[in-house]
């Protein structure tokens, strides 16, 4: 199976000079890359504590990129994930990191970011406990699947839906591109519901869909217009979750924890959750280090076929639907 060379994601991230070393080793210096970090050391966030948004292509053979719209770093050029952080507070649970690298074209270090996997506060100190290399490349994956929530309805062959903590690889599933399917692959995680991992809540009725329907922010859901009541020129549009929300039919749930489960066919389609329709993962270069490597050996067996989001309607950017009628103006498009 092939991956489409267009991967994008935008991250919230720090500049490393924002976030420094207040006591130990390296007091007064900024965040680095691996090897010049030392443990026990307490680093502290200075202001504003806004994360910017650092958006990252990725390319079909693993290689990373700064992309368009990204606030952070100057646009196309190269990055690279140098390590995992785990970084404990004064009070509250640990907090889980990512520090990446811009390089120049002469592969000097450009750029340091720091990509946290839950909010960071500019009153608290923050102690390094672990930094490592081996897992870094699987957070950032979990971080860019598209993933349902325990108890999410899926709709089968037979009509019938069920919970998708049930399904299992055999499964099939009802698909709107392409009919019936037969379920590769369900992974499942669990991660604090906060930050980048919080998960959105689409009420019952907020887009037709049957009941409340809590998926993870970058999941794309599926609209089909009747009237092009945005003025894209495409009927079937393609809405990522955290887009949609307006603090009232559609939410961030944040708190505590939740349990994400992914549903992999041996290409990308669109499933039936809740009653309406919502993309299955993305398999790409960068999602796939959160597959085990008997399910990507299997897959790469099967014939080649391009994993392709657009195939399935316009992919609708945040500027579009910056606008608080905007989820009901898509429901009522979608029934006249």
Known sequence: MTAVDH?????PAYPAEQFRVEIG???GDP???LDELMLDDIYQLSPPDIPQRLTIHTGSEGSFSIAQDSELGEVGAALH??????LMPHSGDNVEALVMVEVDADEMIAGIYLLPMAPLNIQQSYTLVRAERDNARRKLAQMACVSFTRGTRI???????KPIEELQAGDRILTRDDGVQELRWIGQSTARAVGRMAPVLIRAGALNNANDLLVSPDHRLMVYQRQDALGTGCPELLLRARDLVNGDTVMVQDGGFVDYFHLLFDRHHIVYAEGI??????????TQPALPDEILTRISEQPEEMQRRDAHGLEVQKALLDRPDAVDLLKRSSLR
Do not use: K, P
């Not at 991967?7 to 991250?11: D, E, G, H, M, V």
């Not at 994930?81 to 785990?86: R, W, Y």
């Not at 329709?277 to 960068?286: G, M, P, R, T």
């Open 277 to 286: 329709a919502a993309e299955s993962l993305f398999l790409d270069a960068l």
């Open 155 to 161: 709709t089968l062959a037979t009509g019938a839906q």
């Open 25 to 27: 080793a390296n007091m």
């Open 7 to 11: 991967a994008i994601q935008s991250i």
């Open 31 to 33: 965040l680095g890359v």
């Open 81 to 86: 994930l140098d390590c995992s952080l785990t």
